[in-house]
């Protein structure tokens, strides 16, 4: 586990609160799992159907008194409601993740992302939890050119996965209006961090990086590699979502919010930066651009700061070399 996790910013008292974590086997959600552990939280529940997270996620704590794993699929309603029975907050991460995998598998993505999305909003309010917080997507902003991305303004979206996360804010929001559900919206921008897998076709830059440089396989940059990013390590994801469960801010809920640093750089940069962290000569091939990619994002991240008090603690140098120090203990 990560030493980072523990308490990295001054949490406010969870000792009292039952938290649902769907999809809490996978990279983010285990994250957010074990920074509740860490912090008291009187029950952590995770829901996963471990298609795309795993079990030795959670290992460390399956024998902790206040975690409990179920393995369920949120295309079940019943399912969904069972996992929502005694719960105060929900952090909703379950979904299926990629860009590319939804324009192979459409209906795989709307099926997990859009209805099991649904499913969790109808079981938390049946449930009457008191925050129902979820993670968008960067993705949303779509074909805006904008920089940086506001969260007021979007374009339209470029892959089912886009379409799949814009349906979940559309939904949110008017199950705050007409439930009066308590709902916040996190649209993560490429997060990356310890637990994210750099095996299967559907992997993300960073930890397929991380493994070419540590066990001397090909590192490929999709085009000429000059399309930025705002990188956010997974603890920034994990505070954001723990702010969001907390925020005091009356004017806070029904709303979305970008999660990032407010910074980008070049992918090509970046695997310069990892290399150098790495201590090995970048040598990345180039093959062509992936369909549905978007050329630059970069968040705004005013409304996180000014609703969630969010404030992005760790920047992207730090977090690559957290991350580097993981992989290398557990990918090598
Ligand atoms: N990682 C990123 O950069 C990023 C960026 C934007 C948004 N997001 C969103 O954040 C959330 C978490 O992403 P992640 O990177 O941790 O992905 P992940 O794949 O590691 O985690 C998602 C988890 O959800 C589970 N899951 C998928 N379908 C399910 C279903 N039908 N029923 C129950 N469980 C199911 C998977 O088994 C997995 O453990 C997702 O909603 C994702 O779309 C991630």
Known sequence: MTQLTK???HSPDITGKAVLITGGAGFIGSNIVEYLLNNGARKVRVLDNLSNGFKRNVEPY???PAFEFMEGDITSPETCAKACEGINLVSHQAALGSVPRSIAFPQQTHAANATGFLNMLVAARDANVERFVYASSSSVYGDLTDSPKVESKIGKSLSPYAVSKYTNELYAGVFALNYNM??????????FGPRQDPNGPYAAAIPLFMDALLN???AWLNGDGEQTRDFTFVQNAVQANVRAFFTPHPEAFNKVYNVAVGENISVKELF????????VPAKPKHRDERPGDIKNSLADISLARKFLGYEPEVKLKEGLAITFDWFSKNFK
Do not use: Q, T
């Not at 308590?182 to 997060?191: A, H, Q, W």
């Not at 310069?272 to 201590?279: K, P, R, S, T, V």
């Open 272 to 279: 310069h930066m990892l290399a150098n962290i790495a201590g």
């Open 182 to 191: 308590k709902v916040i919206g996190l649209r993560y921008f490429n997060v």
């Open 216 to 218: 001397d396989k090909d």
């Open 62 to 64: 399956l024998n902790n």
């Open 7 to 9: 308490g990295i910013f």
